[in-house]
């Protein structure tokens, strides 16, 4: 399977705990995002990368997040000192870079539930 | 002020029964219009991108259209395999590639 792989799956923390999701994009995708989705809501946008290089990050994304891409393959997402309303689907993306290649593919995301 | 609207919110069909569904969108350049399906659980699963005004594109029961200020999703003839949320996200001449969705529309079909 060469698509965008994300793990754990599901992930159960009690507040306050540290948690990290990993993401493998798709091979030689030089374009990885992360997304938010809550119920009921479309994905919303947390952080872009370029290879290594963090280029954007959303408003939502407050200090006790923290993504890398240290080798430009794949990602990491932290999350300090969770709280209950970081409960969430955490969708990771990748693109390739082109002119014709904005599309997105999604992987199968993180579910997180903070007790 | 949402930038990406779809309507409806949720949409019964019966099995057969065709519909479009609806996506608003207000940005100063549409750099791409992407219709995403999400199954319950599951991460969005790619289906169209459409550039620009005027452009169709099909793919088996759906085919996806766009004007100036909206697109719409045309489901032909529908199966209960089609129920999913399906989910319009835009993305702007703004440099960089994040996309902006709107919340989705729910579609059940029933057989």
Not at chain 1, 14 to 22: I, L, P
Not at chain 2, 5 to 15: C, D, V, Y
Not at chain 2, 22 to 27: G, I, M
Request: one cysteine or more; proline letters at 5%; aromatic letters at 10%.
């Amino acid at each position: 399977d060469t698509g965008v792989s994300q793990d754990p799956r599901h992930k159960i923390t009690k507040r306050g705990q540290n948690v990290t999701f990993r993401c493998d994009p798709i091979s030689e995708h030089n374009r990885l995002y992360w997304y938010r989705q809550t119920l009921g809501q479309g994905p919303e946008f947390l952080t872009y990368f370029q290879n290594e290089a963090q280029l954007e990050k959303s408003r939502l994304l407050s200090d006790r997040f923290s993504a890398e891409r240290p080798k430009g393959s794949f990602s990491t997402l932290e999350i300090q000192r969770t709280e209950q309303g970081d409960s969430a689907m955490y969708l990771c993306a990748s693109s390739p870079q082109g002119s014709d290649t904005d599309t997105q593919y999604f992987g199968p995301g993180t579910r997180l539930t903070v007790l | 002020e949402d930038q990406v609207t779809q309507s409806p919110e949720a949409l019964r069909l019966q099995e057969g029964e065709s519909s479009s569904l609806n996506c608003s969108y207000t940005v100063s350049g549409l750099r791409g219009l992407f219709w995403y399906r999400q199954d319950p659980g599951k991460g969005p699963e790619f289906l169209f991108t459409l550039y620009s005004a005027g452009e169709e594109k099909e793919k088996e029961r759906l085919k996806a259209t766009l004007t100036k200020k909206e697109s719409f999703l045309h489901i032909t003839a529908p199966k209960p395999e089609d129920s999913a949320t399906y989910l319009c996200a835009v993305h702007e001449n703004s440099g960089y590639s994040t996309l902006t969705f709107g919340k989705g529309t729910m579609l059940l079909v029933s057989p």
